[in-house]
């Protein structure tokens, strides 16, 4: 495949990215950027350049292998099928080896591996402007969908060519609270919108782009999800505590320390003024949700506690019982079910290291975005395949941005 051609289908799933209720095909899980991503991993593979790439490519599957044969194995030997009562991705109930989910899931893994190597080598000013492409599209999506359904009851389900299931433990493609529509976009329901475009949120504001980030910021507070909730409270924290350490190690004032702290008395401000509305339509159905006070909290707890009491007592423990076989209401419950205390150990390293690898380059929104994501998946959404978290851990180890003037300049240029 011609060089220009390559580089070009990767921003053009870079601008799709978030977009996973329109399929390009008439199968499920090929979504426009998917469907990109898969022609351009052939392209990797049989392509005489990217050597340093295929090689990490060999060296996921390897891992992968290893992990996957020594679960199957395990099931072989342990001659078990009976289950906890977590959601299965085939709903068979039963724990088998080799089974075809197994297979199904891993080819959803392969955009988001494919999306990683890529960034690695291409992150620019470019890429981050074609992913915030996608970002406002989507975005922009939402907040007209929930517009238009106030005015006309409909929404922009003729948009939609995804069949999304609504049955109990699944994404349902429409959800209203207090009357109006939960924002969801163009992705499965609220919560698997905000975990897929609070990243792009964190980076606008690291980039600077201030009208961007107010966009996603309020299509992401029409979602009234406990998902963004956590995530941007996790955020505020995380910089509120970043910056109070910088401006002591420098013994002097920063400024950015000072107007974050001026918004945060702000924000209390506002929200003691109109405590009642907030306690009211916030704070008491959100904290129902968390505490387990409500069906769905309560629901997410139960499967939690099933999970994680079924693999800690059974011969699944190290290896899990095959990635691709339950799926939980949390990234941790259905890894450690999947993959085992050794595949999810690998996971968090990877996610840690990815942070830390931004933080020495001074990349430090890339490096909170993936914090969050990191945060939110472990308690709520239980996402491998939404391509945002994949686009980060691709620019935090990309060979393009090496130090803090570096990055700063690409910020400069992205906004010219």
Known sequence: MDKKLFVYLYFLALVFAQVTAILALPIQGLTISNTILLVLFVALIFSFGLNSEKYLLLIFIYIYLFLYLASQLTILIADSSSSPLVPMVDNTGLIEAFKKSHFTQFLYLIPGLTLFLLTRRYWSPSAINYFFVGQALIASIGILEVVYN???????????????????????????????????????????YAYAVLPGFILALGCRRFFLAGLIALSLLMTYTSTFFIGIFAYFFIISVRLTFQ???????????????????LLVFVFVLFFDYFNNYFIDPLVKKITMQNVSGQQRLSWAIEGLDFIFSSKYILFGVGFGTFRSTDMLTTLLLNIGLIGTALWYLFLIFSIRESYNKKMYSVGDAIFISLITSTISVPEFSYLSLWFLLGAAFSKNALHGSRYEKMVSESRS
Not at 251 to 258: E, L, N, P, T, V
């Open 150 to 192: 106030s005015a006309t009851g409909n929404t922009f389900a003729f948009l939609i060519n995804r069949q999304f299931d609504s049955g109990e433990g699944s994404g349902s493609l429409v959800q209203y609270s207090f009357g109006m529509l939960r924002l969801k976009s163009l992705t499965g329901e609220p919560s698997m």
């Open 247 to 265: 401006t002591l190690k420098k013994s002097a004032f920063d400024k950015r320390f000072f107007t974050l702290l001026f918004f945060d008395f």
